[in-house]
């Protein structure tokens, strides 16, 4: 059985997620604007920029992508976790926790352009 040194990095995780859940709100959507940023290159191919978007529910789509991003981080802990159970050393498990992050802002912010876009981009 493995003790409470085991899960570190997945309490560590934890509190990134969890302040990664808040920021979106107390930032009011501009630090999920900087992950759109990350993202922007594939998601520019299925939706107008966001920098050109206008109107009443454009907020709430960083709001909810920038808390939905956030659970990346508990993901990434996992894979983490695991990678560290199989014995891989630092280097690919540092290589594969940004690009579970990037896959993650990806993910969110598709699924809520998807849900909330309406058809003409934000415009007003």
């Known amino acids: 059985m493995r003790g409470p040194r085991h899960l570190s990095s997945l309490l560590w995780s934890l509190i990134a997620m969890v302040g990664a859940a808040v920021l979106p709100v107390v930032t009011l959507g501009l630090s999920s604007y900087l992950v759109y940023l990350a993202a922007s290159p594939v998601l520019r191919l299925f939706y107008p920029p966001i ?48 690009g579970v992050l990037w896959i993650g802002s990806v993910a969110a912010l598709g699924l809520m352009l998807h849900l909330s876009a309406p058809p003409d981009g934000f415009r007003a």
């Open 51 to 98: 920098w050109a978007a206008k109107g009443p529910l454009l907020w709430p789509v960083l709001i909810g992508a920038g808390i939905l991003w956030s659970a990346s981080f508990l993901v990434a802990g996992i894979l983490d976790t695991v990678l560290k159970a199989r014995g891989h050393s630092a280097t690919p498990r540092r290589i594969a926790c940004p």
